[in-house]
C-alpha cells in the first residue's frame, strides 16, 4: 500500500481529499494542528470510507514533530494542503501568514528532503494570478498577487519548484484551484469555518440557517450581465479527485523528475454573486435576505479558470454544476448549522 500524508487533511478541502484517496486505495496519514479545523471530520471520513487515516496531531513549523511522523511512517508522497487562508485576516496580520505558511512549508520540504521523501503536491491558489488580460486564465497568465496570503502561495510555489528542479528523483505539482464549494454527498463532511466567513457560499450558508441576519452583496454595477462579480465556483469533491489523479501522475511513467507542472482545477465557467443567490435559494426551496453593500477594494471582476491542462495532463475535468454545489453545501449546513461543534 501506498501511504500519502496530507498536511491540513482535517479541514475543508483536506477532509474530501483524504476521503478520495481512502477510496482509491490510498492510505493516508493525516497531520494537523487543528487550529482551523476539527478530529471530527477524520473521525466521519472513517465512517464514509472502508479505510481509516492515521491522525496526527502537529504543527508544520515544528521540525521534531515531523521527523518523528517520517520515521513512524513509510511516506511515499505528501498533499500539502496545511496552512493559513483568509484574505482579509492576511492583510491584518501578514506576519502569521509569512510565519505559518512560508516558514512551515519550508520546515516541511525540508524535512521530506532528510527522509527521503521526493513526491509532493501543493495546494495553490488562484490568489497567485494578477488582473488578467485573458479570460479564462490559464497557467501561463502572468502573476501578481494583490494581499500576503496570495503572496506567500506564490512564494511556497517557487520554493517547492526549486528544490525539486535539483533533487535527485524528485517529482512535484502545484494545483491552482479557483473557488471550492460544496460538501460531500453524505453531508457528513462540509466547510466549517471558525469566526466571520470569509467566502460567498459559507455565508450564504449561515444567512440561510439564521446565524446571520442578511447576504451582502459587494457591488452591483460590475460590467457584467447583471452587474455583480463573476468567479469560478469548484465542488470541492470535483477538487479532491483532483489531487488523488495528481498523486497517481507523479507516481507514474508519465511524470518527469525535477520538474514541476502547475495545473488549474476549475470549471472554466463563471456565475455571478446574483446567479449564485439565485441557485441557493432554489435549492433550499425558501428565499435568502440580501442586500446590496458598497464594493470591496481589490475585488476584481470577473475570475475564471482555463483548465485545459488538467483535462490533457490527468484526465480531469470538473463534473458538478452551481445547482449540485449549492445542493450539497445546503445539505451540509443544515444537518451541521454549528458545523462540527
Request: net charge negative; with cysteine.
Amino acid at each position: 500500500m501506498v501511504k500519502i500524508l496530507a498536511t491540513g487533511g482535517a479541514g475543508f478541502i483536506g477532509s474530501h481529499v483524504v476521503l478520495e484517496l481512502l477510496n482509491s486505495g490510498y492510505e493516508v496519514v493525516v497531520f494537523d494542528n487543528l487550529s482551523n479545523s476539527s478530529r471530527a471530520s477524520i473521525e466521519r471520513v472513517a465512517r464514509l470510507t472502508n479505510g481509516t487515516p492515521e491522525f496526527v496531531e502537529g504543527d508544520i513549523r515544528d521540525a521534531a514533530a515531523l521527523d518523528a511522523l517520517f520515521k513512524a511512517h513509510d511516506i511515499t508522497a505528501v498533499i500539502h494542503l496545511a496552512g493559513l487562508k483568509a484574505v482579509g485576516e492576511s492583510v491584518a496580520h501578514p506576519e502569521q501568514y509569512y510565519d505559518v505558511n512560508v516558514a512551515g512549508s519550508t520546515t516541511l520540504f525540508n524535512a521530506m528532503l532528510r527522509h527521503g521523501v521526493k513526491h509532493g503536491v501543493f495546494s495553490s491558489s488562484a490568489t497567485v494570478y494578477g488582473e488578467a488580460e485573458v479570460m479564462p486564465m490559464p497557467e501561463t497568465t502572468p502573476t501578481g498577487p494583490v494581499n500576503p496570503y496570495g503572496k506567500t502561495k506564490l512564494m511556497i510555489e517557487q520554493i517547492l519548484t526549486d528544490i525539486t528542479s535539483i533533487g535527485p528523483g524528485w517529482r512535484s505539482m502545484i494545483l491552482r484551484y479557483f473557488n471550492p464549494v460544496g460538501a460531500h454527498k453524505s453531508g457528513q463532511i462540509g466547510e466549517d469555518p471558525l469566526g466571520f466567513p470569509d467566502n460567498l457560499f459559507p455565508f450564504i450558508a449561515q444567512v440561510a440557517t439564521g446565524r446571520r441576519a442578511v447576504l451582502n452583496i459587494f457591488g452591483d454595477d460590475y460590467p457584467t450581465p447583471d452587474g455583480t462579480a463573476i468567479r469560478d465556483y469548484i465542488h470541492v469533491m470535483d477538487l479532491a479527485r483532483g489531487h488523488v489523479l495528481a498523486i497517481d501522475y507523479l507516481l507514474s511513467d508519465k511524470a518527469v523528475d525535477n520538474e514541476t507542472p502547475v495545473v488549474n482545477l476549475g470549471t472554466g465557467k463563471g456565475s455571478s454573486v446574483k446567479e449564485v443567490h439565485a441557485a441557493w435559494e432554489a435549492a433550499c426551496g425558501f428565499d435568502i435576505p440580501a442586500q446590496i453593500a458598497p464594493r470591496r477594494a481589490g475585488d476584481v471582476t470577473i475570475y475564471c479558470a482555463d483548465a485545459a491542462k488538467a483535462k490533457e495532463m490527468l484526465g480531469w475535468e470538473a463534473e458538478f454544476d452551481l445547482a449540485k454545489m449549492c445542493e450539497d453545501h445546503w445539505r451540509w449546513q443544515k444537518g451541521n448549522p454549528e458545523g462540527y461543534r
